[in-house]
DNA sequence: CCAAGGTGATTAATCGTTTAATCAACCATA
DNA sequence: TATGGTTGATTAAACGATTAATCACCTTGG
C-alpha cells in the first residue's frame, strides 16, 4: 500500500500545480471561488498525492478540534460499551473523533475528567452523568445523556414510557402482585423506570419496590433477595430496573427450586448481552441507543454551531426534546401465572374431549 | 470559577513579564537555559494568568498528538468497558489522551477504524484484535492486547496459566470428568485457556471440549447445550472460557432442576460484572487489567519515543513479554461433587460419635 | 589584556491551514 | 471611454508552541 509516505501537505499540492495553496484550500473545501476546472485539477492532484489534511493545523487556525469528549460514570456498568460504539459511530458520521474520559466513580474524577477533556480542547462533550450528579458550566458545550427528567441540554430513552410498556405486558399476563426491583433512589432513570411500572401495572395490582441498595446496608453486598420467600407470599413477577438485577433475580429463584416463568417470571431493562443467552432469555426493553447517540451527537453539534456563531454566551442550549421510545423484547422468562396456566390447561382439556 | 476565560497563551505570559516567548516555553519545558528565578517567576505568572498549552499548536510544531487510539473488536464483548478504563487510566498517567475506534466485528471496519486514527494524527494504537485477524503495518506504532500466542508487539494475560490455575483447582475438588466449554477454535485466547484446563486437570482427567459456535450453526443461535444430559452422563465439572459461557451453562442447568454446586461445579474467566451476583456466584479468574493496560501504554510509548528518535523505520518492536498473571477468584458455583460431600459427611458422622 | 568558554536570554523560522484583503482581468453600461 | 461590478486567483497575516541559531555579557586563564 502507499502507507508509509510522507502525507503531502496543500502547499506540496498548489506548488506541483503552480497555484497558491489559498487556491488549494478553497478548492478543497468549496469556500472561495475557484473555477471548476482548476477545482477539478486540484481535487485529483490531491488524490493522486495522497492529501491527509492536518488535524493540528486547522485545530490551530479554526480552534476547532472535531473532537468530542465522551464522559462516562461507573464503567462497570455493562450498558457501557453499547453506548460508546453507538456514540462513536454518530460521532464518525458527523466528522468527530471520540475522546474517552472514565469518572470511575467518583463525582471528583467526573470533574476531573471533564477538566481533562476541556484542556484537550475538545469542541464539546456527551456525559452520562454519574447518578444524581450536576455537571456545571465549563465553558465547553456539552449534551447529557440521562433521563428525560434531567434538567439541561438532555437526550435519553423514555424510560418512564418502558415501564409502563413493560408493566402492560406484566399486567396483560395476568399479574396482580410485583415485586419492583431497584438499586437506588438517587437514580434519575431508575426512578422513572419504577414510575411507568408502577402505572403500566394499574392501580388495582399490588406493587412494592426492593431497593436492593438499600438492603445491602444492612445485609451485605450481594446478599440473599429473599426472593423464595416472595413467592410463597403471593407474587408472581418481579420486574427489575435493569437487567443486571433481573439476572440476580432470575439466579436467585431458581436456585431456590422456583421455576421461571411457571411460578414466577422475571423481567429487566436494557437488553444486555447476556440477557438473550440465559437460561431461560429474559424478557427487557432495549434501548435505542443508535437514535440516542446520533441525537445527542447532533444536539451537541447544534450547540457547538452557535457558540461559534456568536462567539459570546457558550450558551448551553436547553433543547430537551422527547424521550426516545424503548421496544420491549419479549423472551420466555414472563409468562402467565402458573393458575391461569392451570386453568387454561383444564380449559384446553375440557375443550378437546 | 475561572473558567470561561480566554486561556493565556504564552505570548501572553512572555508579554506580562516583558520576556521573549521562547523564554517561557523554555522555562516552562524546562529544556532551553532559564535562570532559576526567572523560571520560577513565569511558572508563576503562568498559574496566575491561567496557562493552558495549545494542544494543536504543540502537535503541529512536533508532530506529535499526545493521543493514542484504542481499536476494539466486537464492542459487545463485556469485558470492554474494563479494559477501555484500565487504558484510558495508564494512558492519562502517561500523558496520552485515548480516542476510541470500534471495529463492529467486522475485519473491514477494523482496518477502516485504523485508518480514521491515523488520519487523526494519533501518535500510536492499542488495538484488541478481532479474533483471528492479523494487523498490517500502518506506519504507525501499536501495541496489541491478545494472547501471548499472538506474534508482534503484544502484552497480554498469561491466559494458559489462567486456565491451568482453574483445571487444577478443579481437579483438587475431585472433579474427573469435566466439560470444557469454549466458542470458537479461531481464537487464540480461548485455545490458550482450554489448553491450559486440559494441563491443570491432569492426564487421568477425562475432559471434552464444547464448542458452541460449531454447535450453534445447526441447532441455531442460543440453542440449549445439553448440560443437563452430560451431567446424567457423569459429567461433574462446566469449565467455561469466558463467563458468558459459564452462566449460560450456569443458568441452562439450574433451570432443569440441577444444583450448582452440589451436583455440577461452574466456572468462568474474567470476573465480569454479574459473576459475584449471580446465585451462586461464579467462580472465575480474574486478568490484571490494570496492569496489562499500563504494559501495553508502556511499550506503545516505547515505539513512539524510539521511531522519532530514528525516524526511518517505522519499528514495529517486538518486545512480546511474558504474560500477566491472572487470579483465580472461588466462588460458590464450585465445589466438591456431591459424591465426595457425601463420603465426607459419612466419613464426619462417623467421626463425630 | 585578549581569547576562550559559559550563561541567560532573544530572534526568527517553522509546522499546515484558513481567511481577510488585495489585485488583475474582463464584461457591461452610461 | 471612463466607471462599476464580477470573477478567479494571489498575498500575507494569523493561530501558538518549539527550537536552532545568535547575541550580549560575564568569568577565567594564559
Redesign the pocket.
Same mark, same amino acid.
Given at each position: 500500500m502507499s502507507v508509509g509516505r510522507t502525507p503531502a /501537505?496543500? /502547499?506540496e499540492i498548489a506548488a506541483a500545480l503552480?497555484? =497558491? =495553496? *489559498?487556491?488549494?484550500?478553497?478548492a $478543497?473545501?468549496g469556500?472561495?471561488?475557484?473555477? *471548476?476546472?482548476? =477545482?477539478a485539477k486540484i481535487r485529483q492532484a490531491a488524490d493522486e498525492l495522497g492529501?491527509?489534511? =492536518?488535524h493540528? *493545523?486547522?485545530a $490551530?487556525? /479554526?480552534?476547532r478540534t472535531a473532537v468530542i469528549g465522551l464522559v462516562l460514570p461507573d464503567i462497570s456498568n455493562p450498558l457501557f460499551p453499547q453506548i460508546a460504539q453507538a456514540i462513536e459511530q454518530a460521532a464518525a458520521a458527523a466528522g468527530y473523533g471520540v475522546l474517552i474520559a472514565d469518572s470511575r466513580g467518583e463525582i471528583a474524577q467526573q470533574t476531573a475528567a471533564i477538566g481533562r477533556l476541556v484542556e484537550r480542547g475538545v469542541d464539546g462533550m456527551i456525559v452520562v452523568p454519574r447518578r444524581g450528579s450536576r455537571i456545571g458550566d465549563v465553558g465547553t458545550p456539552i449534551a447529557i445523556i440521562d433521563s428525560p427528567s434531567t434538567p439541561g441540554n438532555t437526550v435519553s430513552s423514555d424510560h418512564r414510557d418502558g415501564g409502563v410498556q413493560m408493566g402492560r405486558h406484566l399486567a396483560s399476563l395476568g399479574h396482580q402482585k410485583v415485586l419492583l426491583i431497584a438499586n437506588s433512589r438517587q437514580s434519575n432513570v431508575q426512578n422513572d423506570r419504577v414510575g411507568g411500572l408502577e402505572a403500566g401495572l394499574g392501580s388495582d395490582a399490588c406493587c412494592e419496590t426492593l431497593w436492593v441498595e438499600e438492603m445491602e446496608v444492612s445485609q451485605g453486598v450481594g446478599c440473599a433477595l429473599g426472593l423464595a420467600a416472595r413467592v410463597a407470599d403471593g407474587y408472581t413477577a418481579f420486574a427489575a430496573v435493569y437487567d443486571l438485577l433481573a439476572l440476580r433475580a432470575l439466579t436467585e429463584l431458581q436456585r431456590d427450586g422456583i421455576d421461571v416463568p411457571l411460578q414466577a417470571s422475571v423481567s429487566g431493562f436494557d437488553d444486555l448481552v447476556w440477557s438473550s443467552v440465559v437460561m431461560p432469555p429474559i424478557t427487557t426493553l432495549r434501548q435505542n441507543l443508535a437514535m440516542i447517540a446520533e441525537r445527542a451527537v447532533e444536539a451537541l453539534g447544534g450547540v457547538i454551531a452557535e457558540r461559534d456563531a456568536a462567539t459570546r454566551k457558550p450558551a448551553s442550549v436547553e433543547r430537551n426534546g422527547a424521550g426516545v421510545p424503548m421496544t420491549l423484547v419479549i423472551r420466555q422468562s414472563t409468562g402467565p401465572t402458573m393458575y391461569s396456566v392451570v386453568a387454561a390447561a383444564a380449559h384446553a382439556r375440557k375443550d378437546s374431549r
Open positions: /501537505t496543500m /502547499t503552480g497555484v =497558491s =495553496s *489559498a487556491t488549494v484550500s478553497n $478543497l473545501s469556500k472561495g471561488r475557484v473555477s *471548476a476546472e482548476l =477545482s492529501y491527509v489534511p =492536518s493540528a *493545523a486547522r $490551530l487556525r /479554526t480552534g
